[in-house]
């Protein structure tokens, strides 16, 4: 079947604007993760589903990032009051199970650029 | 937080070399240790992973060893090809489902 699928693939918005990403998981995956990677570097952890529930959201930078998962399929990343930092590849990633140790397959990423 | 600690950062090696690179990982209760590509704009792709329960795992010219009691890890690619060349990234997995990655390194095979 198809593999994580992540829209929009290019997004600029400019300082202070609100954006939202969104992330299509395999059809069936239980768990869903939202990375964040910057230039050069590995992706970073920020929030993980199980299903329609947020059991992690350690990694989220701040009080303006939000994600939801609300029928426990498509997820959508928020971003409000963007700011120059905030500029990274943002990464979605779904595994079959719930458990640890299971493969995570990636989306192609959002490339959000704030000006 | 958890650290893993990637070398080398790049690495340069002829058609039909093998390559290695190596990672170190400070969580000792993680069990789950995947490799991951990401070839320039693409998503990273998983491949090859292993689990704690085994030392090392083949799949073609790709193989990846394991020991747990030195907390580290490595990727072994034999007989490169130019079409090897990507940022190659390890992984492993904490507590809370999460993967922790290091920082990349950039292999390129020289035809």
């Known amino acids: 079947g198809a593999g994580v699928s992540q829209s929009p693939r290019y997004k600029v918005a400019k300082r202070g604007q609100d954006v939202a990403l969104r992330c299509d998981p395999i059809?069936?995956?239980?768990?869903l993760f939202w990375y964040q990677q910057a230039l050069g570097q590995g992706p970073e952890f920020l929030t993980y589903f199980q299903n329609e529930a947020q059991l992690d959201k350690s990694g989220l930078p701040s009080d303006r990032f939000f994600a939801e998962r609300p029928e426990g399929s498509v997820s959508t990343l928020k971003i409000q009051r963007t700011q120059q930092e905030d500029s990274a590849v943002y990464l979605c990633?779904?595994?079959?199970?719930?458990?640890?140790?299971?493969?995570?397959?990636f989306g192609d990423g959002t490339r959000l650029s704030i000006l | 937080g958890e650290n893993v600690e990637q070398h080398p950062s790049t690495l340069s090696v002829q058609e039909g070399d093998s390559a290695v690179i190596k990672c170190t990982y400070s969580d000792s209760a993680s069990n789950y240790f995947p490799w991951y590509k990401q070839e320039l704009g693409k998503r990273p792709q998983l491949i090859i992973d292993?689990?704690?329960?085994?030392g090392e795992k083949k799949d073609q010219r790709i193989a990846v060893t394991l020991n747990k009691t030195a907390k580290h890890f490595s990727l072994h690619i034999t007989e490169t090809q130019p079409e090897d060349s990507a940022v190659y990234f390890c992984a492993f997995n904490n507590a809370g489902n999460m993967l922790t990655f290091g920082g990349g390194t950039r292999l390129m095979v020289k035809p």
């Open positions: 292993i689990r704690s329960n085994v």
């Open positions: 059809s069936g995956h239980v768990s």
């Open positions: 990633a779904s595994s079959l199970g719930g458990r640890a140790n299971q493969p995570q397959h």
